[in-house]
RNA sequence: UGGGGUAUAGCCAAGCGGUAAGGCACUGGUUUUUGGUAUCAGCAUGCGCAGGUUCGAAUCCUGCUACCCCAGCCA
């Protein structure tokens, strides 16, 4: 598969460019890791499209590899969203769905190749206890007393490990490196440690699971990888994964390279938080449309070609503690869907407009361009109807200057109809609005008014053939630029109460029938996207992936 | 106070010794039956700071400063 051809310079494509320029490599093999602990979010997206754009635009693989060597945080459902997630973003791995837990047979047997080299020990220390050996940033650690077992006693402990004879805790398998060492991933790190429990792929076959340390350089030496591209937060380990790969007879040698992973103003993304909105009910599960996630993201009405041109956009680099401004991601849906999503008119809050010089029963039907600038895109047929539903927002009763719609005494365009004229406000007992009499310029239709400009232009459904239709508005989860800036302080405190609001509109009626995704622009209004699932009282669901620029209400803000 | 990293505009980011790309955001003009789009123009005498090398430095050297990551039997 290949898509968007923009390929801005980074830091990796221009080491591998050069690489093969010298024909250091012939064919890169790369991977995209996850631990199926969660949903994929918009930070993975960005490992993602490097991963497999590197391995498309270099004509090499790109595998799709489950790092599951913790079975106690990990689930099969995790396993099915991330594989469709992965591939609705658009991407394909080469070969079948890896695991790590496939190679748990040749890691053990690595493991036990490095106990007889001495090189790995059985440790029957307990967790705090390691933790005191191991020293601290500035002190260096010391080395446990069971460092200088055996190898024969290693051997048949390690074994016993493995078939279950102790328990959780009791015992863990640890490299025999440097107990000193400045890098702290070095002192002694654990490869094995015990865990009773079902693994999602291999059932109850192990009682020890290898570490990620253990695991991930080795498996990546397994699948031929060449560029082991990860974030930043691995680069103390880089030492590590290249001990492994020099003392154990792996079949190739792969190089780790690190960036610097996403961060996203008014948004989460770490896994065990977003999780937590999920566990705790406050978001409506993993592919809520607020959340970061892929699927979220998916039912909000992302496209995936707006997400890889969002992760374009904002490059690769090692350079960390950065904040991505949200609204590039906007840029990137508006733009995808300025372009693509065909128009309609949907009143969002309906406001009832009798149209009095319009006799009973009167009815016209237009035909409208489906696109402004495309002609492949099916036209729609517009009824007008002598009572039309407008938007609340579009009048007002003492409009300030330069409000263009429609107020008493004042003149607008319907949207590909007539200019009309506002004669009379009709309120109820208690003072509001209930609708507004307004008479039609019979001469406005497809041309300009005689001797007079009329600038505003509204949209409008016919309230005998608009569809009632539930509107979804989304907004910021949190209302503030780092939620979790504030180390101990709760995330939660910072949830934006207004990140979800549900209006009953009226659509025109050619969306009676639309098929869940299908997206549309509403003129003047934003983009949306039929629900995947969600219908409410039989009525369609639409969700608001973003709104359209607003330079009216920026001015109204400002003043 | 140990180790590993990173600093280019409000934000993201090119640049790799020859005189600061691009995008987002913002500001102003034009077009427009979407206050949308499109389009034009503006937006770093300066690249964390201070020195030095050089005809020439964001790029090389020295010294500072700020920020990020690491003390899970998580990944």
Known sequence: MSHDSTTAPNFIRNQIRDEIDEGKVDKIVTRFPPEPNGFLHIGHAKSICLNFGLAEQFG?????????????????????????????????WAGDVRYASDYFDQLYAWAQHLVREGKAYVDDLTPDEIREYRGTLTEPGKPSPYRERSVEENLELLERMRVGEFAEGDKVLRAKID???????????????????????????WHIYPSYDFTHGQSDAIEGVTHSVCTLEFEDHRPLYEWFLENLPVPCVPRQIE?????????????????????????????????PTLSGMRRRGYTPASIRKF?????????????????????????????????????????????????????????????????????????????????????????????????????VRLRNSYVIRCDDVIKNDAGEIEALHCSV??????????????????????????????????????????????????????????????????????????????????????????DRYARRDNKLVFNRTVGLKDTWAKMQKKS
């Open 311 to 411: 992760c374009e956009m904002i490059g690769v680099t090692r350079a960390d503690g950065g904040l991505v401004d949200i609204a590039m991601l906007y840029h990137a849906i508006r733009s995808d869907l300025e372009d693509n999503a065909p128009r309609a008119m949907c009143v969002l809050k309906p406001l009832k407009v009798v149209l009095t010089n319009v006799p009973e029963g009167f009815e016209e039907v237009y035909d409208v361009k489906g696109h402004p600038a495309r002609d492949d895109m099916a036209p729609r047929r517009i009824p007008l109807t002598r009572e039309v539903w407008i938007d609340r927002d579009d009048f007002m009763e003492e409009p300030p200057k330069k409000f263009f719609r429609l107020a008493p005494g004042k003149e």
């Open 60 to 92: 090499g693989d790109c595998h799709l590899r489950f790092d599951d060597t913790n079975p106690a945080k990990e689930e099969q459902q995790y396993i099915d969203a991330i594989k469709a997630d992965v591939t609705w973003l658009g991407f394909e």
């Open 179 to 205: 107990m000193a060492s400045p890098n702290i991933n070095l002192r002694d790190p654990i490869l094995y440690r015990i865990r009773h429990a079902q693994h999602h792929q291999t059932g109850d076959k």
């Open 441 to 530: 310029d019979f001469d406005t239709l497809g041309k300009n008014p005689e001797g007079r400009k009329v600038k505003g232009v509204i949209h409008w459904v016919s309230v005998t053939h608009g569809v009632p239709v539930e509107l979804r508005l989304y907004d910021n989860l949190f209302q503030v630029e780092l939620p979790d800036k504030d180390k101990d302080a709760d995330f939660l405190e910072h949830l934006n109460p207004e990140s979800l609001i549900t209006l009953e509109g009226v659509a025109e009626p050619g969306l009676k029938d639309t098929a869940p995704e299908t997206r549309f622009q509403f003129e003047r209004v934003g983009y949306f996207c039929a």
């Open 259 to 291: 960036f610097a992973r996403l961060n996203m103003n008014y948004t989460l993304t770490s896994k065990r938080k977003l999780k937590l909105l999920v566990d705790n009910g406050i978001v409506d599960g993993w592919d809520d449309p607020r959340m």
